[in-house]
């Protein structure tokens, strides 16, 4: 089970972001790196192609490391690292270690 999931409201903590807010966009296991909206914002010169005939500038995020973000608690609402949890159900839960709320 992964700590940081898509969907997830994080905060930025290290690098030139740090202190932003963003929803993780996509997950990338292996790297163990992440895509978080509107952080690490990289812009790459996109030439002319027949499709799009005048080419440009492009912004798009960029990836950055899991451990540089904390995963905002949907209860209590501050950054946190995330433990985990077994229910008595058998379900694992993400656990935040702020105020102890359990959550998927
Ligand atoms: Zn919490």
Redesign the pocket.
């Given at each position: 089970m992964r700590k940081v999931r898509k969907g997830d409201i994080v905060k930025v903590i290290a690098g030139n972001d740090r202190g932003k807010r963003g929803e993780v966009m996509r997950v990338l296991p292996e790297k163990g790196r992440i895509i978080v909206k509107g952080v690490n914002i990289i812009t790459k010169h996109q030439r002319p192609t027949a499709r799009q005939r005048e080419g440009g500038i492009i912004e798009r995020e960029g990836t950055i490391h899991i451990s540089n973000v904390l995963v905002i608690?949907?209860?209590?609402?501050?950054p946190?690292r995330v433990g985990f949890e077994v229910l008595e159900t058998g379900e694992k839960m993400r656990k935040?270690?702020?105020?102890?709320?359990t959550?998927e």
């Open positions: 608690c949907p209860s209590c609402d501050r946190t935040c270690k702020q105020c102890g709320e959550f």
